[in-house]
Structure formats: structure tokens, C-alpha cells
């Protein structure tokens, strides 16, 4: 009978048998498969409807063919995954809700916004390693004009965007955890709290993000005891170019300075000539960064020891019309070979 | 190092060491302090802006209340409560988002329309018996005017329902989760797919629904191995009274009948001179339903097993207008003395 917690420090979990990633795949869209890491994606989009008569479809079914995608990969038929973590950005999370009535698998829906994939990872391994799963699918998926037109403005208008804007990925990343097999393996975890330091710009969702970012990060190393050094790569969700900096000075402030080895998945995934501003942003942009880049640097050996800390912004059109400011969210998984 | 799957069938979880439902608590408004169960409430509400600007402020001062308030019960300071697992049926889970925001206790954020209490039971139970936390909480608070005007009309408006509509519940349910301690406990639960039989009329969800129930209830019966008889009352979320009847009727075709201790928190929850035509609805239905008059019978060993099945609806506004059915998903959670 198994009475050991397995938490550790204030927010932090430690895995006593670390879960395995065992296959990961990924869907981009045209212009994130113009970016730098373009030929990495397994899947690169020609076009934003994917044959779907609604965006919404085609982001819906970025999940469903994302999922079978990593099932080939690892050679499962559906049916052998027993449960499916994932989530989206739009209301009731609807990408995810008819990816999953088509995929057959039972299902549970998270909704984290950005944080979306780090929160299911964190999930994910904690239902392997408790014992009640052996094999399950974390999936996330965001596409940039379904976003635009529900949080912001419709695209066809060409509203000017600020310096500080962020544009959201079109892209799905899934990853298979597993209790037994080869692959990098998630050893601890860290849930976040929601931070709200008064910043209502949505325009700058990097700004609004990053103590939420600092706040779990120090929360991780003050928990678990380990030193940023442990890691090869320290990289956030997507905060962008602004928000990064802004993280990386608070964690210094909070005596827990970072060092080099930090990045973004929104800094990286667009070229600065892609005319994105600040970054990527979605919940997508973690995902496919993640489920392609990373984890293959990872199998590579390029990376032995990554902290992903995917960070969502948690506030809806609604909250900000009704003079709320931006409670904002991060949750910290360590991925190690 | 336990290596024991926890997993009974192809969607069910049995709990090794059943976790305990030490203390669970209540808020509702004035029509539901109204209905039947009116006194067994903990806190009606006067009205439906709770001393905040806006109904939804509101709604997540219900939850942000709630939390408190089953805190209290247990003698616990909020900042012993290890993990929030909560969620709403607002576009972004704002409700939940804001609640967390002022609670500052880490926080996960589901969704699964009316069906997020028993998913958030059913994955603290796994939190709780993988080990890797003692107490956690899981909360979910529905409000009827934020959801009929971002659903369906503005109330203002006094647009007619059908006989087969619901009525959204202005409720929140939180329940502590524990290890250890005195209480009924979660013994197993089921993980519910996404159903949908191409049901698209957003005026009767029950219709809807009831399939989703049913087969959920049917996985529950074939994986545990158990008989409908074993449980004092199988009670699902919210199908309404028309829903309830086609629920059993489905039941009944696929050689699983239900016998006669069988109810819905929707056709509990109002009397029918509350003109609310097919019964209560949202996630805050079955929340308060459970995290009160349910649970206080279980107290009181008037009921011992019961098996409570969460059901949700998961369209939003945009795939109903996009001539999208509804998909619907419920998960089961059985509560034993």
C-alpha cells in the first residue's frame, strides 16, 4: 500500500517511476512551416482550411489527424490509447471536443489556455505514474485565424497590430506518454498559480504573462532544489521577445537569475523577418515546438535536461470588456533523457 | 515500486486506497433556495449579483465563496489546500481563472460543459490515490444569466423556451478531497467518450446527452462488473426529465436496465410549479446537487453507494451556428460509505 507523497516542496511533484514520451507529432501551418524550424514539422499545412469549410473545422481536425499521426508513429491502433488529455483556446474548447468524438477515445478536456500542454503533460504523467494509465495522448491545437476573430478582431479587416503583439501559432502538437518504453521521461512537475499584477493590455500578453512565468519557475527550483544550471534549456511557452526579458530580470530580482541557457518557443518559432512583432503565442506554439524541435533535439541528444514552463494568459473578451485586468498562468514540467 | 495498473475494462479506474470526501459545501441562488432542496443549502443568495458589477464578477465570487466556505468546514487554511481542480461553462473558464486568481492556491482548469464535477472528482481521486497529493479541492459554479446571454438570449430580452429547454442553474459545489480522514469515498469511476447521434437542436440538450449517459453508464456496468442494483441510486447530471426517460429507455435497449432508484439532479433540483419546463441545467446543477443534498444523505447513511454521472454538452455558439450536432460526453463517479 503506497503512502509516500510524491509532492514535493509547496506546488511541485516528483515522479517515482518518470513516465516515458515515447512518440510525439506535429501539424504547422504555412507561415510557421516558413519559420526556421519549417522542415523539422512533420506536417506542414498548404493552407489554413485543410480542406474544411470553417477554420474552427480545420482546427478541429488538426487534433484528430495529429493524434493519429503520433499513434502510426508508435504503431498503436486508437483504441490502444486509453484516455485523451486536451484542450484549445476557443470557447468550450470545441477543437478539442470534436477531435475527440471522432477519435472514439475516452476523453478529458483541460483548458489552460498557452498553458495548455505543460498543464496536460503534468496530468498525463501523474495518471501513469499513479497507476492508472499505461499509454495516453496529450494533445493541443490553436489555429491563427480562429483565435484572431474570437479574442481580437476578424482577420479580413487588417487591424495594425502593436510591437508587443503576439501571433497566434496555427499548429497541433500531440506526444504519447507511456509507463514502459524509450524516450525522454518527465521527472518532475510544477502547478502553477494564477498571477495577476495588474496588467489589462491585451495587446501585451507577454507583459502580463511573465511574473506568472517567474513566479512557477522559482517555485520550481525553490521546491525541488535543483539549480537553473541543472538544466540544458530553460524555455517558456510563448511570452515573446518582450515578455522573455521581462521574465528573465523578475527571476533575477526574485535571486533566481536564469543564466544563458533560456529561451522561448514564441521567440524561436518565426523568423524576425516574418513580420510577427513581439512572437508566436496559442496554445499550438508550445505544442509544435515542443512535439518536433525539442524532443527531437532531445532524442539527438542535443538536450539531455529541459524545463519546459508553458505560461497561458487566462482572461476572456468578456473579462477585459468588463475592466478586468489579466490573471495569467504557468506550469512547469521537467523532460529529461 | 508499484507497478499495478488501477484500471478496470477499457474506461474504468479503480482507486486502490478510495480516496475520502472529508467536507463539501454550497452557494445557490434565490430560485434554487426556492425549489425543494432549498433548505439544505448552505447559502442563498439574495440575488444574482452578489454584491459585485456584473454577474459574471459574480459567478466567480461564488466559486472564490465556496471554496472558502468547505476551507472553513474542514478547518483547513486555504493555503493547506494543495491543488485546485475547478472550471465553468464561460468562454476561458474566466469564473474559475478569476477565483483561482484571489484563492492563490495552485490551480488546474478543466472542461466538460455540465459534466465537470465528476471529471474533476474523478481525476482528484486519481491525484489523491497516485500519491501525489493529501488534499486538494475540486470546485464548479454555474450562473443562469451569464450563461443565457452568452449561450443562448439575453434575459432582458424574455425570449420563450421550449417545453424540452432547462434551465441554467446559479449554483457552486466544491468538495475536499483527502487521503485520509472520515467520509463516503470515490471507489471508481468511468471516463466517458464523446457522444454524439446528430442531435443539433440547442433547445433540448437532454436529447442530447442521453446517449452520451448511457453509454457511459453501460461502460460503468461492463467494466466494473457491477449490477445496477449494487448502487442505492445511479443519478445523473443534468439530462432533464425528458432526457432521464430516453437515458433509461437506452439503457433498457442495450441490456443494461436501471432499475427503479434512478433520478437526474436536473428534474430534482426545482418543483415543477417553477415553471423551469424540462429542468435544472449547467454545471452547477449536479455540483450543488452532490456537494449538499447527495452528499448530507450519504452522512447520514440514507443512501450508501451512489453513482453519480456528470453529462455535458460541449458545442459552443460557434459550431451550432457552423451546423454542427452536438457532441456530449459524461464520466461516472461512484461514492460509497
Given at each position: 500500500m503506497p503512502r509516500v507523497s510524491k509532492r514535493t516542496g509547496q506546488q511541485s511533484i516528483y515522479f517515482e517511476n518518470p513516465p516515458v514520451i515515447t512518440n510525439w507529432a506535429n501539424i504547422v501551418g504555412p507561415m510557421e512551416g516558413q519559420g526556421p524550424y519549417g522542415q523539422e514539422f512533420d506536417w506542414v499545412l498548404e493552407d489554413y482550411l485543410f480542406g474544411e469549410q470553417s477554420w474552427?473545422?480545420?482546427?478541429?481536425?488538426?487534433?484528430?489527424?495529429?493524434v493519429k499521426l503520433v499513434?502510426?508513429?508508435?504503431?498503436?491502433?486508437?483504441?490502444?490509447?486509453?484516455?485523451?488529455?486536451?484542450?484549445?483556446?476557443?470557447?468550450?474548447?470545441?477543437?478539442?471536443?470534436f477531435a475527440a468524438r471522432?477519435?472514439?477515445i475516452p476523453f478529458l478536456g483541460l483548458y489552460g489556455a498557452c498553458s495548455t500542454m505543460a498543464e496536460g503533460i503534468a496530468l498525463g504523467a501523474m495518471l501513469i505514474?499513479?497507476?492508472f494509465y499505461s499509454t495516453l495522448t496529450v494533445g493541443v491545437t490553436s489555429h491563427h485565424h480562429t483565435a484572431e476573430r474570437q479574442f481580437r478582431f476578424p482577420t479580413e479587416q487588417g487591424a495594425q497590430r502593436l510591437p508587443s503583439s503576439q501571433w497566434t501559432v496555427t499548429g497541433c502538437g500531440c506526444l504519447i506518454i507511456q509507463r514502459d518504453g524509450v524516450g525522454p521521461r518527465i521527472t518532475t512537475a510544477t502547478v502553477g498559480k494564477v498571477i495577476d499584477l495588474g496588467q489589462s493590455d491585451v495587446?501585451?500578453?507577454?507583459?502580463a504573462m511573465a511574473p506568472a512565468a517567474a513566479d512557477t519557475i522559482v517555485a520550481h527550483f525553490r521546491d525541488t532544489g535543483r539549480d537553473p544550471r541543472y538544466y540544458?534549456?530553460?524555455i517558456t511557452g510563448d511570452l515573446g521577445k518582450y515578455g522573455l526579458a521581462l521574465m528573465e530580470s523578475l527571476c533575477q530580482k526574485l535571486n533566481c537569475p536564469l543564466g544563458q541557457h533560456v529561451s522561448d518557443c514564441g521567440v524561436l518559432i518565426y523568423?524576425?523577418?516574418q513580420d510577427v512583432h513581439a512572437g508566436g503565442s496559442g496554445c499550438g506554439c508550445s505544442a509544435v515546438m515542443l512535439c518536433?524541435?525539442?524532443?527531437?533535439?532531445m532524442q539527438a541528444k542535443e538536450f539531455n535536461r529541459i524545463l519546459l514552463v508553458g505560461t497561458g494568459a487566462l482572461m476572456s473578451t468578456t473579462s477585459s470588456l468588463q475592466g478586468e485586468t489579466i490573471p495569467c498562468i504557468a506550469h512547469a514540467v521537467a523532460i529529461e533523457n
Open positions: 474552427e473545422k480545420a482546427e478541429a481536425k488538426m487534433l484528430r489527424e495529429t499513434a502510426s508513429k508508435a504503431n498503436l491502433p486508437l483504441g490502444n490509447i486509453e484516455v485523451l488529455l486536451a484542450g484549445d483556446l476557443l470557447n468550450q474548447i470545441i477543437s478539442a471536443n471522432e477519435l472514439k505514474d499513479g497507476g495587446n501585451d500578453m507577454g507583459a540544458d534549456l530553460i523568423d524576425i523577418d518536433g524541435p525539442l524532443l527531437n533535439r
